[in-house]
């Protein structure tokens, strides 16, 4: 199972207006984008990749929401569509312990980023000052690590290095984080075709 | 100057509600993925791309509106962002020849599909059937068509024959348009840091 974990420093923990995304939901629109960006292909969903938005925003963080491609529904493109199955996981809150399905495929838990880290097997870490992620060794089914528009703290660093993450860069330039991860999932199409 | 011609079928051709992109704007969240896959890098525009949408939905089409990277001004990453500077231009209506500009950056004309593409010089259809993007030749300032949801017309690919457009292909697997501007502007960035 391939995964995405963006970090999602100031996206808010509690329902949230779909008109104003940047704005009052703290830059929600990063990860409905992130969220389309890990599961749609253009004929279908990849059903192969897990998503995970941490939330770190007022109240109440964290708060972890899971998008599986394999189990989700309702689900459109449109940032508006991801936002809501977010919103719908938010009203009906994160149980005490493990995680509750609140639509088909959504996902929602008190995990923090150390927690959702530790659960994954080999991590992947995007970040600038990495190897050239065209030419490093990877099965497909890692799990690839984003920020949002800020930084990983050095404590969420510290997290990726006791894990013993692997660094990639995607080049010179810096992207925004769904486009990170429409970059990830082509250059792993790509090698599939090479099989 | 690098282009993305986007051929958005359903588009509506009226202001319309930004709460409702993917109904009854027709699509307008494609196009506006679009713009943002087309222009945004992490920190700022890329400045030497030029985003064209032709518009082809009721009630008066074609329209069409232009985003250039160096000049567009209110501009953010979010769906709803892109898509009120498209309304704003279609509250101000396509002169009857010529462009023009509703606010800084963003043109809206007249001009049909057949217009745009004979005013590009080197044009490349992203299109299953091409050869493989990245084996092509490429300069970086090729102009790049692609279709929304549905596949261009018979009639606007053979608009793409008679101007000797060059066929491409991303891969085996079929993604949104916006995605594919992404792995495009991606690839190109990878060749500059080659030179």
Same mark, same amino acid.
């Given at each position: 199972?391939?995964?995405f974990?963006?970090?999602?420093?100031k996206?808010?923990?509690t329902?949230?207006?779909l008109n104003d995304l940047?704005?009052?939901?703290g830059r929600m629109d990063i990860?409905?984008?992130?969220?389309?960006a890990?599961l749609?292909?253009?004929?279908g969903?990849?059903r192969?990749v897990?998503?995970?938005a941490?939330?770190?925003?007022?109240?109440?963080?964290p708060?972890?929401i899971r998008?599986? !491609?394999e /189990?989700?529904?309702y =689900?459109?493109p449109d940032?508006?569509s991801?936002?809501?199955? +977010?919103?719908?996981?938010l009203e009906?809150g994160?149980p005490?312990?493990?995680?509750?399905?609140?639509?088909?495929g959504v996902?929602?838990?008190k995990?923090s980023?150390?927690?959702v880290i530790n659960g994954?097997?080999?991590?992947?870490?995007?970040h600038?000052d990495g190897?050239?992620f065209r030419?490093?060794?990877?099965?497909?089914?890692e799990?690839f690590?984003?920020?949002?528009?800020?930084n990983?703290t050095p404590?969420?660093e510290?997290?990726?290095?006791k894990? !013993?993450? /692997?660094?990639?860069s =995607?080049?010179k330039?810096?992207?925004h984080a769904?486009?990170? +991860?429409?970059?990830?999932?082509?250059?792993l199409?790509?090698?599939e075709k090479?099989k």
């Amino acid at each position: 199972m391939r995964s995405f974990v963006v970090v999602a420093h100031k996206a808010v923990t509690t329902p949230f207006s779909l008109n104003d995304l940047p704005g009052g939901a703290g830059r929600m629109d990063i990860v409905a984008r992130c969220v389309n960006a890990s599961l749609f292909l253009s004929h279908g969903m990849r059903r192969d990749v897990d998503f995970y938005a941490i939330l770190l925003g007022e109240p109440n963080p964290p708060v972890t929401i899971r998008f599986n !491609g394999e /189990r989700v529904r309702y =689900l459109s493109p449109d940032e508006r569509s991801a936002a809501s199955l +977010i919103k719908k996981a938010l009203e009906r809150g994160a149980p005490s312990s493990g995680e509750d399905e609140s639509t088909p495929g959504v996902y929602i838990s008190k995990r923090s980023f150390e927690d959702v880290i530790n659960g994954l097997d080999d991590v992947i870490y995007l970040h600038e000052d990495g190897e050239d992620f065209r030419n490093i060794e990877l099965k497909g089914d890692e799990a690839f690590v984003l920020s949002d528009h800020q930084n990983l703290t050095p404590e969420e660093e510290s997290v990726l290095e006791k894990k !013993g993450a /692997r660094k990639a860069s =995607l080049g010179k330039r810096l992207y925004h984080a769904d486009h990170c +991860i429409v970059i990830v999932n082509h250059e792993l199409d790509m090698r599939e075709k090479l099989k």
